[in-house]
C-alpha cells in the first residue's frame, strides 16, 4: 500500500481523539499498512490493505485480542484501543479501506539461531497457552473470522489469502502433483482429529518467529505474541506447523518446543506424526497468499519456492531422529 498523506493520517488519528501534530512513521507494509504512533507508549495503527480482509473479520480479530490480553496478563499481547465512538474499528473518508488502533507491545524478535532450549520451550508453552484460552472463549453472535480448514488452506475459492491466480497458475505439474498429494494427507489428518473444541478452535495461524518476541527476565524468558491479522477459525495442531517450519534446521529446538506445549495442553502420540505434515501444508499454502493482492511481483517463484519448503518439511520428520 501507498503511505497516507498527512490528511488521511490526520484523519485517521482524529477518530481515536490523537492530535494532528502526533508523530507517525511506518513500521512495514506487508498485508497491513503499520504504523507506530507516538511515544511513551507507542501505539500500533494497522490500516488493511482494500479487498483483503472486511471490517468484521477485523473487528472480531481485536475481539478475541482483547480476550487473549485478559487472559493471559503474563503474556505480552497487543490491546485494542477503541475509537472516540468506542469503535474498534475505524474507515477513510472515502471508506476505501478500514483501520485499527493498538497497544504496543516491548520485545526482540526470535531468531532460529539464537534460540536456546528453554527459550524454544516457552514458545511451545506461549502457543498452548494461547490455544488454551480460545477453548474458553465465548463469541459474541456477530462474530466473523475465516477457517482455516482443508478447504481453507487448499482451494483458491475458499483461502482466506483471496488468491487473484489459481494453483494451475503458479504451480508447475510436478509442485501441481505434490500440493494435491499433501492436501490428501491433510484431509485425512483433519478427519482422524475431527472438528470438536478440543482439536478446533481460534488460532493464531501465523505463529512463526518473526511474530514472537522475547525478552531476557533474570534466568529466564518474556514471550509475546503480535499479528494476528491471519487468525482465524483451524486445527489447533496446525498451528504449531508455521514455527516448527522456522526450526526445521534446528532439531533439538523442535523437541524443546514441542516438549513446551506438552506440558500445556495434551498433544497424543498419533497426532504429534502429524507435525511434519503441518508444516508442509503452512509452506503449501502460504502458495495462494503470494498469488493475491499484489502481495509478492514474483508469484511463481516464490510459489516453486515454498514448494520446496514443503518437501523439506515432509523429509525432516521427527526431529529426535
Do not use: K
Amino acid at each position: 500500500m501507498t503511505p497516507l498523506s498527512v490528511d488521511q493520517l490526520r484523519q485517521l488519528l482524529g477518530q481515536y481523539g490523537l492530535p494532528a501534530g502526533t508523530t507517525t512513521r511506518v513500521l512495514s507494509d506487508g498485508n497491513n499498512l503499520v504504523y507506530a504512533v507516538g511515544r511513551d507508549p507507542a501505539r500500533v495503527l494497522r490500516v488493511h490493505r482494500p479487498g483483503f480482509r472486511s471490517m468484521a473479520h477485523t473487528r472480531s480479530e481485536l475481539i478475541f485480542l482483547r480476550h487473549l490480553a485478559d487472559q493471559l496478563p503474563d503474556i505480552g499481547f497487543p490491546r485494542p484501543i477503541p475509537a472516540r465512538s468506542g469503535a474498534l474499528v475505524v474507515t477513510s473518508e472515502d471508506g476505501r479501506w478500514h483501520a485499527d488502533l493498538q497497544t504496543w507491545v516491548d520485545g526482540q524478535r526470535a531468531s532460529a539461531d539464537g534460540l536456546d532450549e528453554g527459550a524454544a520451550g516457552l514458545l511451545g508453552q506461549t502457543l498452548a497457552r494461547l490455544h488454551e484460552a480460545a477453548t474458553r472463549f465465548r463469541p459474541p453472535a456477530d462474530f466473523d473470522l475465516p477457517h482455516w480448514d482443508a478447504d481453507g488452506l487448499f482451494r483458491a475459492e475458499s483461502s482466506p489469502f483471496r488468491p487473484l491466480l489459481g494453483r494451475a497458475e503458479i504451480l508447475s505439474e510436478p509442485d501441481l502433483r505434490d500440493f494435491a498429494e499433501i492436501e490428501r494427507r491433510a484431509r485425512a489428518a483433519f478427519a482422524e482429529l475431527g472438528r470438536q473444541p478440543s482439536t478446533y478452535g481460534i488460532i493464531h495461524a501465523d505463529y512463526i518467529l518473526g511474530n514472537v518476541q522475547l525478552t531476557r527476565r533474570g534466568v529466564g524468558w518474556h514471550s509475546t505474541v503480535i499479528d494476528f491479522d491471519d487468525c482465524g477459525h483451524g486445527y489447533y495442531l496446525y498451528d504449531l506447523g508455521p514455527v516448527l517450519g522456522n526450526l526445521i534446521d534446528h532439531p533439538a529446538a523442535r523437541r524443546a518446543l514441542i516438549n513446551g506445549y506438552h506440558r500445556i495442553r495434551p498433544l497424543p502420540p498419533d497426532w504429534e506424526r502429524h507435525l511434519p505434515l503441518m508444516m508442509a501444508v503452512r509452506h503449501a499454502s502460504v502458495c495462494y497468499w503470494t498469488a493475491g493482492l499484489g502481495v509478492s511481483p514474483t508469484p511463481r517463484e516464490d510459489a516453486a519456492w515454498r514448494m520446496d519448503l514443503a518437501r523439506a518439511a515432509l523429509a525432516a520428520g521427527d526431529p529426535d531422529r
